[in-house]
């Protein structure tokens, strides 16, 4: 199955910077990406889906321009967080779909972020 | 619309004891079901799955049998264990829909020794 690798796992900032987290499928093209929030008590929430060379598509109540996605390549998407508030602090997954019968979905790590 | 029904926990079980978490889902068509685990601080992993009806999806011990009847893919195990501490995901995916993997809420479960 698909590699997905999520950089970095943890990170820390304070209020009103940004904050940039990779979501790079090792070994898969994936044309689209997905990333979600987790919630406390488990919950996950599907923020946007990431489309290789176009536009995200985000979820409704998902802010799109504090929460940039950008698909550069196959390879590649990014999720930033801009201007970090405390509320922000949470848990961001990103994952990789192979589409068909087959379907499954690969996932990263997660980042843990935690603004200050 | 689609959606998935899963159990609220946490669930706590002693060690070698069965574990069932129901799961039940509203799809139009044929969808795919998973089981996916979360341990820890980690990202999701699939743990098991079925594309049809009568399909059994099983993995590491744990068991999920797709019922298009009653519209259920339950998660069972006869004998769990410490480490199966973590919470499992119930999700559809429908081809004739979007492109998404709908989710439960999750079910913790806490495994004692």
């Known amino acids: 199955g698909a590699v997905v690798s999520q950089h970095p796992s943890w990170v820390i900032c304070k209020s009103g910077t940004s904050v940039k987290i990779e979501c790079r499928s090792l070994d898969f093209q994936a044309t689209t990406m997905f990333w979600y929030r987790q919630f406390p008590k488990q919950s996950l929430m599907l923020m946007a889906t990431?489309?290789?060379?176009?536009?995200?598509?985000?979820e409704q109540g998902v802010e799109k321009d504090k929460f940039l996605i950008n698909h550069a390549s196959l390879t590649l998407s990014t999720l930033t967080v801009t201007s970090a508030h405390p509320e922000d602090s949470s848990f961001y997954i990103c994952?990789?779909?192979?589409?068909?019968?087959?379907?499954?979905?690969?996932f990263g790590q997660g980042t843990r972020l935690t603004v200050v | 619309g689609n959606s998935v029904t899963q159990m609220e926990g946490p669930v706590t079980l002693s060690e070698e004891a069965f574990l069932t978490i129901n799961c039940t889902y509203t799809?139009?068509?044929?969808?795919?079901l998973f089981w996916y685990v979360q341990y820890p601080g980690e990202g999701l992993q699939l743990l098991l799955k079925a594309t049809k009806a009568d399909d059994k999806g099983s993995n590491k011990g744990f068991e999920a049998t797709y019922r298009k009847e009653t519209t259920s893919f339950h998660l069972e195990k006869g004998s769990v264990q410490v480490s199966d501490s973590a919470v499992y995901f119930c999700?559809?995916?429908?081809?004739?829909?979007?492109?998404?993997?709908?989710f439960g809420t999750g079910t913790l479960l806490a495994v004692q020794p």
């Open positions: 994952s990789v779909h192979t589409i068909g019968k087959g379907t499954e979905a690969f």
């Open positions: 990431s489309n290789e060379g176009s536009k995200a598509t985000y």
């Open positions: 799809a139009t068509g044929y969808p795919s």
């Open positions: 999700a559809l995916f429908n081809s004739g829909a979007t492109n998404k993997l709908i």
